[in-house]
């Protein structure tokens, strides 16, 4: 098993930042590609940014230029900065161990909320 522990939540006016953390814990042999994902009511959870063992990145389109994904591999951490927060990245934000490949464990959420 590997748990998750998600960092980093609040109230942000638009135009503000935040940076999210997310240690894990457990069952660790390696590191493992790690992301985050986000999602509102109503909606599917969605990915927001994803990270390789080697650093590689990858990240939504509407995150792009605003959002970085980066790594600790000895704190077995990732860290989302955003800049520049819209109203629409107002979300619980989850952190991921896995992305589905062979493994896929989930942190409990952290609320993001993006208002004046």
């Known amino acids: 098993q590997v748990q998750l522990a998600e960092s980093g939540g609040g109230l942000v006016q638009p135009g503000g930042s935040l940076k999210l953390s997310c240690a894990a814990s457990?069952?660790?042999?390696?590191?493992?590609?790690m992301g985050w994902y986000r999602q509102t009511p109503g909606k599917q959870r969605e990915l927001v940014a994803a990270i390789s063992s080697g650093g590689g990145t990858n990240y939504a389109d509407s995150v792009k230029g605003r959002f970085t994904i980066s790594r600790d591999n000895a704190k077995n951490t990732i860290y989302l900065q955003m800049n520049s927060l819209k109203p629409e990245d107002t979300a619980v934000y989850y952190c991921?161990?896995?992305?589905?490949?062979?493994?896929?464990?989930w942190g409990q959420g952290t609320r993001v909320t993006v208002s004046s």
């Open positions: 457990g069952s660790i042999f390696s590191f493992n590609v």
């Open positions: 991921n161990y896995g992305m589905g490949q062979v493994r896929n464990y």
